[in-house]
């Protein structure tokens, strides 16, 4: 089974126009009382729109599974997965750590890409419910696995920098299917997996 990023419906589908984000991000500016005419500020805009390109665009990568030859069949837990998207309310970033448990069945993923599929659902506009959702629904889908959850802890730099102003604050949220959501047994391993 192969998929690529190219088959998925992805909310960022088209490739990013830098030159019309760079005038717009100068105007942008200019609305805001920023003058982009100091040489330390000249390219600034155009930086602007390359930061952002970055943020909201993933990585292609070819995505295999493989049979579980195996017959592996305890609790695979992936920890400490970086997360950098981007709130789709203010446009801020928001960084965390993302961590994903799956009990096998007949599939397994190759390790290194439980992080790219994390990247590619997090480098469009998101909210973090929705990201942990994504990530554990596209593994169920892929793996069919007996069981798949995703524990995502992130700081929000909307709720850092303005608004409440809450610096540290983080935001845990899980999406958990199979027997990781319905025996207790299962649920409780993967919790306390991710826990420490
Ligand atoms: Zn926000």
């Not at 961590?99 to 998101?126: N, T």
Request: one cysteine or more; glycine letters at 6%; hydrophobic letters at 45%.
């Amino acid at each position: 089974m192969i998929e690529t990023v190219d088959d998925l419906d992805l909310q960022v589908s088209t490739r990013p126009d830098l030159a019309a984000a760079t005038r717009a991000a100068r105007d942008f500016l200019a609305a805001l009382g920023v003058s982009c005419d100091n040489p330390g500020m000249r390219k600034s805009p155009q930086r602007m729109a390359e930061a952002y390109a970055a943020m909201i665009t993933a990585r292609p990568f070819e995505m295999t599974t493989f049979p579980n030859d195996e017959r592996y069949d305890e609790l695979v837990v992936v920890k400490s997965i970086p997360v950098q998207s981007v709130c789709e309310h203010h446009l801020l970033p928001f960084v965390g750590l993302a961590h994903v448990g799956y009990l096998p069945a007949d599939r397994i993923l190759g390790l290194s890409k439980f992080a790219r599929v994390v990247e590619m659902f997090a480098h469009r506009p998101q909210v973090q419910e929705r990201l942990t959702q994504q990530i554990a629904r596209w593994l169920d889908d892929q793996l069919a696995p007996k069981g798949v959850g995703v524990v995502i802890e992130a700081e929000h730099m909307c709720m850092t920098l303005r608004g409440v102003r809450a610096p540290g604050t983080v935001t845990r949220t899980s999406a958990v299917f199979g027997v990781i959501r319905d025996i207790p047994e299962s649920r409780a391993e993967f919790f306390s997996a991710v826990a420490k």
